[in-house]
């Protein structure tokens, strides 16, 4: 059976800086088998690179959204990104 790899760009926006939100996210990341980045930006968003099988993708952006307490997710926008060959998820500080 051949997978199929796609790469998501996701900003997420809320209450997602300075609540453990890139470490839980790159953990949850590890845990489903993805790869990829998590950073902050300047305008309070967290910026990720997911690459894996689309709906291990899906599930992470919803769990994202619903899991990472103390977290608060209000909105995020998601967009196809150029695969980039990671081998694994890492925090960008």
């Known amino acids: 059976m051949v997978r199929m790899i796609v790469a ?3 900003r997420f ?4 800086q300075g609540v453990n939100f890139r470490r839980n996210f790159a953990a949850l990341g590890n845990s489903l088998k ?3 980045w998590v950073k902050n930006l300047a305008d309070g968003s ?5 690459e894996g099988e689309p709906q291990l993708i ?3 952006i919803h769990r994202s959204c619903t899991e990472l ?3 608060k997710v209000e909105k995020f926008q998601s967009q196809e990104d150029e695969i980039e060959e990671l081998q694994e998820f890492v925090v960008i500080r």
């Open 13 to 16: 926006y809320g209450d997602v």
């Open 34 to 36: 993805l790869v990829g």
């Open 46 to 50: 967290v910026e990720a690179h997911i």
């Open 8 to 10: 998501r760009r996701v």
């Open 69 to 71: 307490f103390p977290a």
């Open 58 to 60: 899906q599930s992470m």
